[in-house]
């Protein structure tokens, strides 16, 4: 039972960067970590995932080369930095942690949002000019 607190997100230039956290008052070392987003009339989707280890992590095509996902342990937070961010990326990110999870690509390209063991509330990236 976990509570993942999003952090981060703004209005940010087309082609601009930034960083967002998913932290946890308790350690989630043992857990896989997902970032989502939703985006208005638009179904969820898995953006990059971390297994518990950090030894594998999976990025959706289209981010792809412009995200990175990393875990700090000791501080039991998670980020994804993200650049030369797109309109196209605006919408609610979320993150999601799950400890049965063993494959990391079946985490982010599940539909079945509900088999996930928690989320935070999400933080808002709006990238316009």
């Not at 946890?24 to 297994?51: D, H, L, N």
């Not at 875990?71 to 650049?83: C, G, I, Q, S």
């Amino acid at each position: 039972q976990l509570r993942l607190v999003e952090s981060g997100g703004g209005l940010v230039q087309p082609g601009g960067s930034l960083r967002l956290s998913c932290t946890a008052p308790t350690s989630f070392s043992r857990y896989a970590i997902g970032w989502f987003r939703q985006a208005p009339g638009k179904e969820r989707e898995g953006v990059a995932c971390i297994s518990w280890r950090g030894d594998n992590t999976y990025y959706t095509t289209s981010v792809k080369g412009r995200a990175t996902i990393s875990r700090d342990y000791a501080k039991n937070t998670a980020y994804l930095e993200m650049e030369n961010l797109k309109p196209e990326d605006t919408a609610i990110y979320l993150c999601t942690a799950e400890e049965r999870i063993t494959n990391i690509r079946d985490m982010c390209e599940t539909t079945a949002f509900h088999v996930l063991d928690a989320w935070g509330q999400g933080t808002q990236v709006t990238v316009a000019s």
